[in-house]
């Protein structure tokens, strides 16, 4: 049995190997917190979060100055205990990168007390999975420059971020389909049309003969209704990102039937709400991918385990730890891509 000693936070910042350009912002760094959780044994779990203001309203500032009010909370509790130590987190519904960060941290310090990888801890569904890449918003040239290499290193599922220009956005993505033969798409617009625009997209990539594996949140995060117009109105699954936060979230959705696919990103929800959501999906017969924010292999890390664990992903958009530089990769995880395996 071991109790939490102290939890301690570092602020770590990443730069991106290229300005990273998605509907509405442009990233040049990702400012992240990395949380080490020591128990009374020695044992450290290391989580990560990487706030997004854009996505959840959190900064690094306000988040880091929670340090102590966690220690406070958490200090003498049993990390195998592990469900009541996520109850407490999920006071912090409002810091949900932090949330996720901890509670991962917990589960990862459990894994190292027992030598049980986290995610088998998490049920061990799965020993492999194939992630994609993302193409950020660019000119046409680029994107398909960037695509193209993307598939020539492997990659069969193309993530491509559009949402800026319905014009240049389609014209983009059939160039890109043009050279990438036999590979999936995912497209996000992160927000960035409205539900005719979102339509017409769809609607002229349908009639040219490109296939979507998904149209990710196209229309406003609050704009529940222009989604489901989307979801009915359109000829590819369509996907909840920005307005799938919390559990709660997500049962609005399903009771809308607004979307076909939920993206779970454990920034967004924390470890225990992605938890719920994952059954909450399956249970509605619905469809999910995982997504990430700016982590590194730390924080990705956390990712790859509870998608492995789970084995509930059609998609695995994990790719952000390749988009940015670092000495050293952390993971534990073998990172192989396309392919990411548990050890
Ligand atoms: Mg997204």
């Known amino acids: 049995m071991s109790k939490i000693k102290k939890i301690t936070f570092e602020v770590k910042k990443y730069e991106f190997h290229k300005p990273f350009h998605v509907t509405g912002s442009i990233s040049n760094y990702a400012t992240n917190i990395e ?37 406070e909370l958490l200090v003498g509790m049993e990390v195998r205990n592990y469900r009541q130590i996520f109850d407490l987190m999920d006071k912090y519904f409002a810091s949900p990168s932090i949330k996720a960060a901890v509670q991962y941290a917990t589960l990862d310090a459990f894994s190292e007390e027992i030598n049980v990888p986290v995610y088998q801890i998490l049920g061990g569904a799965r020993t492999e999975i194939e992630i994609d890449k993302t193409v950020s918003i660019d000119t046409v040239e680029n994107m398909v420059r ?11 599922v193309i993530k491509i971020k559009v949402g800026e220009d319905l014009k240049k956005d ?3 993505v059939e160039e890109i389909a043009k050279l990438t033969s036999g590979a999936k798409y995912i497209v996000d617009a992160n927000m960035g049309y409205t539900p005719k625009e979102a339509i017409e997209f769809a609607k002229v990539l349908y009639s040219k003969g490109i296939d979507l594996g998904l149209l990710e949140q196209p229309v406003k995060a609050t704009d529940f209704e222009g989604l489901k117009f ?52 399956k249970s509605a017969h619905l469809q999910l991918m995982i997504g990430c924010m700016g982590e590194s292999s730390v924080g990705i ?41 548990g050890i």
């Open 35 to 71: 949380v080490v959780l020591e128990t009374e044994d020695g044992a450290k779990g290391y989580g990560e979060a990487s706030p997004s203001f854009r996505v959840n309203g959190e900064k690094v500032e306000a988040l880091y100055a929670l340090e102590s009010s966690i220690n």
């Open 146 to 156: 960037d695509a193209v290499e993307i598939y020539n290193a492997g990659h069969r």
């Open 170 to 172: 389609i014209e983009a």
């Open 230 to 281: 989307v979801r009915y109105n359109c000829p590819f699954p369509v996907g909840a990102d920005e307005s799938a936060k919390t559990k709660y979230d997500i049962m609005r959705l399903i009771k809308m039937e607004a979307v076909d696919f939920i993206n779970i990103k454990l920034m967004k929800s924390g470890i225990s709400d992605a938890l719920a959501i994952v059954e909450m999906v």
């Open 301 to 341: 890390n956390q990712s790859v385990n509870f998608a492995l664990g789970t084995g509930a992903f059609v998609y695995h958009d994990l790719d952000s730890a390749l988009l940015l530089k670092e000495d050293t990769f952390r993971g534990k995880y073998i990172s192989e891509p396309p392919v990411f395996k």
